[in-house]
């Protein structure tokens, strides 16, 4: 089993940055695929950005390309996501997940076993 914890949501207004932080224990993640996810009020949960472990590549949706960053520290079991230029529908939960099958960076919630809890981030304006 796999147990991810995300950190570092808050409240910030529009144009503003955050990093959020995700921690995997449990099981090695080196042959995984590590995903960003939100989920706002009423909406569905939503693919933000991968990383595979394995390799380093990575994938982003439209909506935050050119904005955020996913980064990871492997030898620390760490994934982050750097969010630069904040708009208020960014506004959303953010949820840490891992895919055992990471090769594909899926950006389908069913393909990721392990969730986190979330972290809440809010933007205002």
């Known amino acids: 089993q796999v147990q991810l914890v995300e950190s570092g949501g808050g409240l910030v207004q529009a144009g503003d940055s955050l990093r959020l932080s995700c921690v995997a224990s449990?099981?090695?993640?080196?042959?995984?695929?590590m995903g960003w996810f939100r989920q706002a009020p009423g909406k569905e949960r939503e693919f933000v950005a991968g990383?595979?472990?394995?390799?380093?590549?990575?994938r982003y949706a439209d909506s935050v390309k050119g904005r955020f960053t996913i980064s990871g520290d492997n030898a620390k079991n760490m994934v982050y996501l750097q969010m630069n230029s904040l708009r208020p529908e960014d506004t959303a939960v953010y949820y840490c997940?891992?895919?055992?099958?990471?090769?594909?960076?899926?950006?389908?919630?069913?393909?990721?076993?392990?969730w986190g809890q979330g972290t809440q981030v809010t933007v205002s304006s």
């Open positions: 997940a891992a895919d055992s099958s990471g090769s594909w960076l899926s950006v389908r919630p069913r393909s990721y076993e392990y």
């Open positions: 449990g099981r090695a993640l080196s042959s995984y695929g």
């Open positions: 990383r595979s472990v394995s390799d380093g590549n990575t």
